[in-house]
Structure formats: C-alpha cells, structure tokens
C-alpha cells in the first residue's frame, strides 16, 4: 500500500513541479541541455535560465523577465553582457560575436542604438550612431588601411556628408549615397591636385573643375573618374584646349589654342590632330590639311594670307575660313583681338589691286594672283609646337592620378601648298 501511494505522489510532484523538466530528462539528464531555469530564482532575483534556443542567461530577473544587469550566452557563441530590460538587451553594454567582432555602447529594445563602438576582427573600427543595428547619424570608421571617414551615416553605410581621409594623404569631402562619394564634393590630392564637382557611385562623374598643381585647370564633363565630353582645358604655359573629350584624351572636335596665338581647328583621335584640320597662324595665314594619327597627309591648302590678300577674292573663295571664324568666335577672344589688324591689311591690299588694274588701262576680268605670283602654289615653312596634354598615370584602381605634359609636333611640314584664294589656279577674279 505505502510503496504505491508513493509512486503516485512522486509522480504528482513532478508533474505540478516542472513537466518541461520531466520531458527533457525523459530525452537527456545532462543538465546543459536543460531549458526553462537551471537554478536560482528567474522570477525575481539571481537566476540561470536557459531558454528554447539553446541561449544561457545569468543574471537578474523581474516579474520571470530579464531586467537589469545580466549575461546571455548564446548558442552560436555570441555573448551580450550588459543591462536588460523587459527581457531585452537595454542599456549599457558590450556584445561580442563569435567571429572576433565586438560592439559596446548602448542597446534599446534588443538592438543596437544610441552611440556605441563597433570593432570588426578585420582591424576596421566604428565609433559613433547606431540606429535599429545599423550605424547611422554621425560617426567616424577607421579603416585598417589607416584611412578613415569622419561624417553621416544611414542604413549602415556612409551617407550624407562627410570627410575620408585616405591612408595615401588624399582627401574627400562632400556628400555620400550608400557608401560611395555620390553629388557634389571635392577630392583633395597630396601633391596639390584638386577635383571640385560631381561624383557618381564614387566616380568624378557630371560637371567638374580639375585643378593641377602646376596652375592648370579643366573645367567641363567627366566620367569614370576622367575627363570625358566637353571641356575647356586651361593650361599653366597659357595654352587652351575646347573642345570634346573621350576617356581623358582630346577625341573629336576640338580647337587647341597655342599662347602666342596660333591655334589648330579640327578633328581629334587619342590626341592626335586626325582627320580634317586646320591651322592657324596668329598672323592670319592659314593652312587646310588632313591628318592622320597626328601626321600630315597629302597637300595642304593655304586659306587665307590675309595680309596680302583681296577682300572679294577671301569671300569669294574662302567661305569656309569665314564660317570657321563664327564658330569659333564665342570661344577664341585672340581671334576677336586679331581682327581689327588684319581688316585694316585687307583694305590697304585692295586699294593695291585697283591700283594695278588701272594703271593697265584695261579691265580685265582676271587677274595674276600676287600671293603665289599666278603659280597657284605657295611655300611655307616648317611649325613645330609644343600640345599640352593630360594623363591619368593611376592604375585605374583607385582614385586617378593627373598629370600634365607637353608633346612636341610638327602642326605644319615645310613644303608647297595650294593657293587657297585662287583655288590653285593662279588667277583671281577683280571687278
Ligand atoms: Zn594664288
């Protein structure tokens, strides 16, 4: 009778003990392996509780809730320890992953909030904003490269304005969109370089200046980081490019402007004069030609020797120096100044020409052309000229690197060219 009123009350006992405990026994008595509270008071005061997950928590208790200051161990190793609330991490206090990484600063609800320091096990290292887990407000992450960013965050990544500061002594600041320089900013290099404009998903992208440490300057389109659509290139030796590039070379229709007024109109291929071009000379002559990959090819044709020649034969033979004028008038102010001086000849030839057919006596219709004395050929001598131009000497890896430097060319060969203003024929045309 006794041995079976016990088996029934002991029974009873365990069942309005802990059931959970009797079915975990059931499957492992190990007492790691227990779920619900392994020993203490997890109502209120000092407990250990290990909850359906496999995660360990020591400390203290409230209303069976974690509150106050306590220790969770998780199952995947990660360990929080730190204040609770309501059951939650709350609070101060220091988070350390299974991988190396560590956060301490403030919780709220369970999460990452407030000011707080993330230290990655790749070396890199946050200080400043978390919100809902992520960094976000103000803050500053080192890099384990030794650069660093100093500014806004969103969404875990830097956003809005902000400073890098590169581990080569390079510089940004300017704005951000999800991790990359995105609007406007200004890239600061080292050795004095500077880019001011826009950027796209990290990139010098939209309208920009560069400026070099030598003085030079572009100001126009990039992209990828280089000069790339139309730009007007300044350089410090007072020589000015406008015109198209591509992929920071001059590459389509450009004027480059030489300082002491000369200047070449025409087609560019990877820098080079390729295509049609012409060739101006700060005194007004100038020389029609085909280039090839920089190289002159064929004969060229002189358009215009302004000094010598008629006002009717320039306009009736030359319509296209005239146009070539207009277009580009809005960009060469040395053109502007140059043609007072050369109207003024143009006028003092004239009367030259009248001059001559009135002392013939008669009226002819044609007349030998003076420049190229009726040969229809004239003989001009060797230009050689210095091109400035940039290149990228980067890697094309990270941020590009400017430099600029001159090249050396033949613009016009020494040799015969045809006489433009009498179409090689050697005669003009008089009234
Ligand atoms: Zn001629």
Redesign the pocket.
Known sequence: MNYYISLILLIILNISGNPMLIAQSAQDTQSRNLVGCVSGNCQNGQGVFRNSSGSLYEGTFEQGKFQGTGKMTYKDGDIYEGEFRNGKMHGPGKYSYSDGKTYEGSFENGKMQGNGELIYNSGNRYLGSFQNNMKSGEGTFWFNDSSRYEGSFAYDKMDGYGTWFYSNGDRYVGNFAKGKQNGSGAYHYLDGNLYEGNFLSGNFHGNGVLTLKDGSYYTGEFKADNLNGFGIFYYASGDVYVGSFENGNYEGCGTYYYANGDRYEGDYQNNLSHGTGIYYEAGGEATRYHYLKGEIVGEGVQLAHISNAPLKDIKKTDPSTGVKEQQSSKASNDADVAKPANNNSISQSRVSVTTEVAMAGIAPSTLA?T??KGK?KLYQSEIRKNKMVTKDISNGMGPRNFVTYSVNEIVRPAGFVG?G??DGT?QVQVE
């Open positions: 052309c420049a190229c229809g006489c203003r009498c050697g």
